[in-house]
């Protein structure tokens, strides 16, 4: 219980300490513990709808949710810009969405985008959470060294 | 932002990679450790901060 009662305060110390870093204009809103909390129990429901900026009023309601499942069973048969089928290793499907936002979107609207690569999910959207309170931050994430390259490569240059 | 300890590579490659694709890029790499070695290396492979867990 201690713990948890820390953890506000050691989230807004985390979350400056990295605005600062990345440089940032301002500090980051003011996220409760509750909501940390809750985002990071449930990792894999809020993390997907954090990676579309809320900077893009033109984009499609259906861009800014997790994708359905019509639109999985539509993506199956694409491959991800690194050319490895979606599905292939375990470890790539948390990338699943980062890759497939449009890099033509990405280039227009000129926010900031930040990369979380972490292989601890409850990190990534504990992160996530922190920066999605920013309308002008897109969130991606990726779990290992090879996904953090995916959603660089949808800029239209190639990876080394 | 990068950590540390990833599958495939360690977060210092992958900072070297990224910078040299787009030496424009801000990183900062995280990581649970605290040693003063690893903020070093995290600095020389060119990340612009390093932040611990903690």
Same mark, same amino acid.
């Given at each position: 219980?201690?713990?948890?009662? +820390? *953890? %506000?305060?050691?989230?807004?110390? #985390? $979350?400056? /300490?990295?605005?600062?870093?990345?440089?940032? @204009?301002? &500090?980051?809103?003011?996220?409760?513990?509750?909501?940390?909390?809750?985002?990071?129990?449930?990792?894999?429901?809020?993390?997907?709808?954090?990676?579309?900026?809320?900077?893009?009023?033109?984009?499609?309601?259906?861009?800014?949710?997790?994708?359905?499942?019509?639109?999985?069973?539509?993506?199956?048969? +694409? *491959? %991800?810009?690194?050319?490895?089928? #979606? $599905?292939? /290793?375990?470890?790539?499907?948390?990338?699943? @969405?980062? &890759?497939?936002?449009?890099?033509?979107?990405?280039?227009?609207?000129?926010?900031?985008?930040?990369?979380?690569?972490?292989?601890?999910?409850?990190?990534?959207?504990?992160?996530?959470?922190?920066?999605?309170?920013?309308?002008?931050?897109?969130?991606?994430?990726?779990?290992?060294?090879?996904?953090?390259?995916?959603?660089?490569?949808?800029?239209?240059?190639?990876?080394? | 932002?990068?950590?540390?300890?990833?599958?495939?590579?360690?977060?210092?490659?992958?900072?070297?990679?990224?910078?040299?694709?787009?030496?424009?890029?801000?990183?900062?790499?995280?990581?649970?450790?605290?040693?003063?070695?690893?903020?070093?290396?995290?600095?020389?492979?060119?990340?612009?901060?390093?932040?611990?867990?903690?």
């Amino acid at each position: 219980m201690a713990k948890f009662l +820390r *953890l %506000p305060q050691q989230a807004n110390q #985390f $979350g400056l /300490r990295i605005r600062r870093c990345l440089g940032a @204009g301002k &500090v980051a809103g003011d996220k409760s513990c509750a909501s940390l909390v809750a985002a990071s129990a449930s990792a894999r429901i809020l993390a997907p709808a954090c990676r579309v900026s809320r900077a893009t009023p033109s984009a499609s309601p259906s861009a800014r949710m997790a994708p359905s499942m019509s639109e999985r069973r539509e993506r199956k048969g +694409r *491959l %991800p810009a690194s050319g490895r089928p #979606f $599905g292939e /290793r375990q470890d790539f499907t948390y990338a699943r @969405g980062a &890759v497939n936002v449009p890099a033509s979107r990405l280039e227009e609207q000129g926010s900031m985008r930040v990369l979380i690569v972490d292989d601890h999910p409850i990190i990534v959207a504990g992160c996530a959470a922190m920066l999605a309170n920013e309308g002008d931050i897109e969130v991606f994430d990726a779990r290992d060294a090879e996904a953090g390259f995916a959603p660089l490569s949808r800029t239209g240059r190639t990876p080394p | 932002m990068i950590d540390i300890a990833l599958p495939g590579a360690s977060g210092f490659e992958l900072t070297r990679r990224i910078l040299r694709f787009d030496p424009q890029a801000r990183i900062v790499v995280f990581s649970m450790n605290d040693d003063p070695i690893f903020a070093r290396r995290a600095i020389e492979a060119g990340a612009k901060g390093y932040v611990t867990k903690k």
